[in-house]
């Protein structure tokens, strides 16, 4: 296929991270609400903030609707350099990349000449929390990534058409360059077609999520040897 869509000038790769890129198993019963709030909350309380100064904080940020996790980070004065690797170690015991080797497949689509792209439902700290789980967390594979979109860069989400509209012109290029990689009919098919990508790699949510990146591999990467190649 990577002939057949270079041809066809979509070589840039929109693609998703929850159950796409990763899988998480799901939080304990006993949390309610974002994953990550939980860990903010037992932060907060440590660093000896009261429990109701801290609901008080979650309230207000989550009325902003677009927020990033560093809005509740920078409101509860908690440090950043801290905090992320402590929640990027807490969220690995329950989170496992599609594919063991992701970073050495996006090397090679990227050496393929596909410009990589990821768009998704969490805001961009969330996705940067994300992508380290699954390897790509040095500058060198971080520069494989042409752009990351969230919900907080785009003041939307990928249900709503203007989540698309706005990769669409900030990347500068025509929907038909583009390519959506991901497994929800709707969010990664339905409405970004009806603005002009056409060009969908959608997985089921029944299918084995162990082998989505192989596949994704195997897909695009006519020969994924003749890109390790050119290195």
Known sequence: M???????GARVLLI?????????????????????LALIREAAMQAGV???????????????????????????????????PWADEAESLRTQPTAPDLPEIFYRLHHAGYRLV?????????IAHKLRQVGID???????????????????????????????????VPPTSLTVIGDN????????????IHHTILFSAVSSKAHDCDMIQDILLDDPQEAVAKR
Do not use: C, M
């Not at 998703?16 to 990550?36: F, V």
């Not at 009919?185 to 002009?196: A, E, H, I, R, T």
């Open 2 to 8: 990577t002939k057949q869509l270079l041809e066809q």
């Open 16 to 36: 998703d991270i929850d159950d796409t890129l990763i899988l998480q198993e799901p939080a304990s019963k006993k949390q309610r609400g974002y994953r990550l």
């Open 50 to 84: 009261e429990h109701d100064a801290v609901e008080s904080v979650f309230d207000r940020v989550l009325e902003s609707v677009w927020w990033r996790w560093g809005d509740f980070l920078d409101a509860l004065a908690i440090d950043p350099d801290v905090f992320w």
């Open 118 to 126: 990821i768009t998704s439902n969490n805001p961009t700290d969330g």
């Open 138 to 172: 040095n500058p060198t594979q971080r520069r494989l990534l042409h752009a990351t979109y969230g919900t907080n860069n785009t003041q939307a989400n990928k249900t709503l058409p203007r989540f698309w509209q706005h990769v669409i012109d900030d990347l500068g």
């Open 185 to 196: 009919p709707y969010d990664d098919q339905f409405v970004p077609n009806s603005l002009g």
